[in-house]
């Protein structure tokens, strides 16, 4: 069995769609966030999940918070943390201490769009796509090792909401896969690139 920590910042639908998916061998050992108003908290506690949340408007700088956060988070003994819509730039320590061992769903096809307002950049650049990417968390913002993305189209008419939508069905079904892959002991990360052991056993959108 893994255990496995989630963060999240807000409406936690990513968060969901793990535990929803019932992994094999994954142990959600709990749901913490630095927004104690995220309603994927009070969700998660309905479920019976251990949450907990740390303000980090509490806390003198990043480095403080990150230190609290790491304390919280290592007292479930994680094997695996996801950051599943957590909406903080991370400090290198913390990325150092979960090195290998933490993963991040952002809503672009990186290495375009890092940091926020990805739907809308893309289509202002005329994107004829956009998408998801689930990477390894680095120190460098969303630039760690890819595991998987998923691609949907951009249409004429659409706005940065409508490619929301359509992006995040496709981050609910991504996610799940790749904490399997990770639990499963699938994934091995080799420089920039991931390879999986498994290749046979990867879906359609996981390119
Ligand atoms: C998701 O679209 C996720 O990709 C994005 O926040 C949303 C969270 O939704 N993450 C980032 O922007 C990270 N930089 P959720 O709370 O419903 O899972």
Not at 28 to 56: C, F, K, M
Request: with cysteine.
């Amino acid at each position: 069995m893994k255990n496995i920590v989630i963060l999240i910042s807000g409406r936690g639908s990513n968060m969901q769609s793990i535990v929803n998916a019932n992994i094999p061998n994954a142990n959600i050992v709990a749901v913490l966030s630095n927004n104690p108003d995220a309603a994927g908290l009070a969700w998660a506690t309905e479920r019976g999940i251990a949450t907990a949340a740390l303000n980090h408007k509490d806390f003198a700088s990043r480095e403080a918070f990150d230190q609290a956060m790491m304390l919280l988070i290592d007292a479930y003994e994680p094997d695996l943390v996801v950051l599943a819509g957590f909406m903080r730039i991370l400090t290198p320590a913390f990325c150092q201490h979960y090195a290998e061992r933490c993963i991040n769903i952002h809503p672009s096809l990186l290495p375009s769009f890092t940091g926020l307002h990805t739907h809308q950049r893309a289509i202002d650049e005329g994107c004829r796509v956009a998408g998801c990417t689930i990477h390894f968390v680095t120190e460098v913002l969303d630039n760690g090792a890819i595991i998987a993305q998923g691609v949907v189209p951009i249409l004429d008419n659409d706005t940065a909401d409508d490619v929301a939508a359509r992006v995040l069905a496709v981050e609910h079904q991504l996610l799940p896969q790749a904490v399997a892959d990770f639990v499963s002991g699938s994934l091995k990360i080799v420089g920039k690139r991931v390879i999986k052991r498994h290749q046979a056993d990867s879906s359609a959108q996981m390119l």
